[in-house]
């Protein structure tokens, strides 16, 4: 039978390294946020003509728009986020592309205020705060039958951190090379995917307790490991059919919801990873109280001896 | 049971039936209803909010004053055309604007929320700071002191019974309009003070120009005083100033706050690739099922099927808003729809293996998986409740609210079809020879090494 839970110090090691690297991205590049947050404007235009990017940057330099952003999204169209711009701003600036470039029609306008950002940072973090309480509550009171619910609840919580940290790692290295921020939608798809890994890690430890309960008196890491491999075709599978309709998304619809895609993606990849691979093993690890050996087994430097 | 069975099969068909007759034709109502809503991302349009400076409204007259704002807004907004607008007060002092497939120019969008749609200015000296500049020169509001408060001549002073004319010799457009009591007294203050010289007309923050695309800045010939006119208009200039002027004025400033505007030509290819992406998700979900779980899979792809014409059916009948990021919950909902069923296969499997019948795995498989599938949706059901206070609290919140509600009632619906379909479709098995051939269950008595 497949033995995952034997390989588990390997299994944390990988997860560590990637954690690491969301989190040197996270402490370099940081997260940009979106105008829905920091207020400014998006002007969506569509050029006639192939127009350079680099071309394009220099004119709205010239034009004194020094902090803009330029993101190419397909044949002649780009986007331009800047400050806030009112109509006459915007009409202007147009006017001015236009006739350096030749006629180009505007497909979107977003603008937000200063003061329609910051309440919606605030919304958006007071939902978060409360989807926080609510998942803990949720994972109380679906733990409340295991044999050791703190155990249990401390595993299904550290496994959610690791995938919402894995997702905002991916989105920093996005912004940091392609300059994706994080809009309202990313949001949305961070905590419907923390929804989602819970619900996984919760499929997977049911049962455990399930067989555990059965009785029959075998040591508690084969118990999981059996409990993982008896659910691994339901938990790969449920993952895989909303993977299948995420990957559509991506795909067809495209730029306008990439965002929210990719964070669904990678929520739902890191998510189902982390219920087979890092919350049962935690368990385990907890159980038997072998954290010294984890840290021996690690090769780090001056703790060469491998047991 | 089989008689139980069949009776649950035809409700089922029913309800099905019924669903497909509202959800076709998709565009146009259902049972008296509309079409499906489409957002403002998918049909193009405007989102704006305004804010309204009530400063110099006293407290108690706050209410009255917003209610002005949204009468003179729905004069401006009505003439425009937009089939199902909303204005509405959010709030103490802001006004959500949403004109659904509208393709109007920038001038039109500012025009909507402007005090002063007309202003008239004077030449600026050399020192003084100018409002306006163009070929003429430099230009600043013309002011009158009256009752011991300085004023700017403009269109808020006009009655509402502006009109347009031609002049009979030259057949000149002329824009006819009466100044009221205040208007009356500045504009003879003013104009009695600039004989012989241009006063300038201006639109926000350009002049007016005429049908030549010259500044309209007459020289004025004499003190005016009750009635006046502007001359060299376009027609078209003419007769959109003219219905402005009527719609009147809006009693305090407004100031745009959030705003968002969408070509409708965009829109419609998102419809196109979200349809494209919808079908496709849908085929390799029902494609995996099929090829996993054989005979069980087919039936949870025709509860797959039965759930997203109901999805759309509630959608119409509820007269849910579809915009991109709802149909991304749509969507996403048909790959969560199923997890239900493979909750239950697996189930299923395994009790065909510990030696039951079909009959039996199917009613242990169903029963035993139910509890896993509830606990399982329970966190969505939070996730979805809090995303949806959250986009009711924002102003941006049409994508957020419109994923939430989307996948809340495609969840809610799964839990039914994946449970209750699926089940009924199977016991159709029961008792029959293909029962009896395991590998339509996907259980291969061999190659089972678990």
Redo the contacts between chains.
Sequence with gaps: ?LNIVGKRFWLFLISGVIILVCIISLSTFGLKSGI?FSSGAIVTVSFEQEVDQDDLKQELTNLGYTNAIIQHTGEGNFLIRTHEL???D??NLEDALAERFGHL?????????P??AT??TR??A??VA??AV??LL?ITW?FRRMPKPFHYGTCAIIALLHDALVALGVFSILGGILGWEIN??FI?GV??V???S??NT??VF?RIRENLREGVRVDFETVVNNSL???L??SL??S??????????L????A??QN??VV?LVGIIAGTFSSLCIAPQLLVVWEKGEWGRFIKWLPLPGTKTKE | MPRRNTLVLIIVLVIFALALSIVLPLNKGALGGRGIRLGLDLQGGIHIVYKADLSSIEQGERDSAIEGVIAVLSNRINPLGVTEPVIQRQGNDRILVELPGLDITDKEKESLGRVDILKFGELAAEEEEARWENELGRWKPATAIVDGEEKVLSSQYFKENTYVTRYERTGEILLIFEWNEEGSKLSEEITGRLIEQRMGIFEGDEALRGDDGRPIAPFVQSTITGTGQISGLSLNDAERLSKQLNYGRLPVPLEIIYDQTVSPILGADFIDMSLKAGLIGIALVMLFMIFYYRLPGLMASLALIFYGVLVLALFKLFGVTLNLAGIGGFVLSIGMAVDANVLIFERMKEEIRSGRTLGAAIETGFDRAWTAIRDSNVTTFIVCGILYWLGSSIVASAPVMGFALTLLIGVAVSMLTAIVVTRTLLRLFVGTRLAQRTSLFSIYSRKDNA
């Excluded at chain 1, 029609?105 to 205020?113: D, K, L, M, P, R």
């Excluded at chain 1, 895989?240 to 998304?249: G, N, Q, R, S, W």
């Design positions: 039978m829905e009112t109509g006459e915007k009409t029609s505007e497909t979107e306008f977003n603008s937000v205020s003061m329609i309440e919606t919304n958006a007071i939902a409360i989807a609510g998942i949720y679906a309202l939608m949305t905590l419907a923390i929804g989602y819970v619900n919760v499929v049911d491999v008896e659910s075709s339901r599978n449920t895989l059919t909303t993977l299948f309709v995420v990957l559509a998304l795909f067809f619809v495209g306008s919801i929210f895609a669904l």
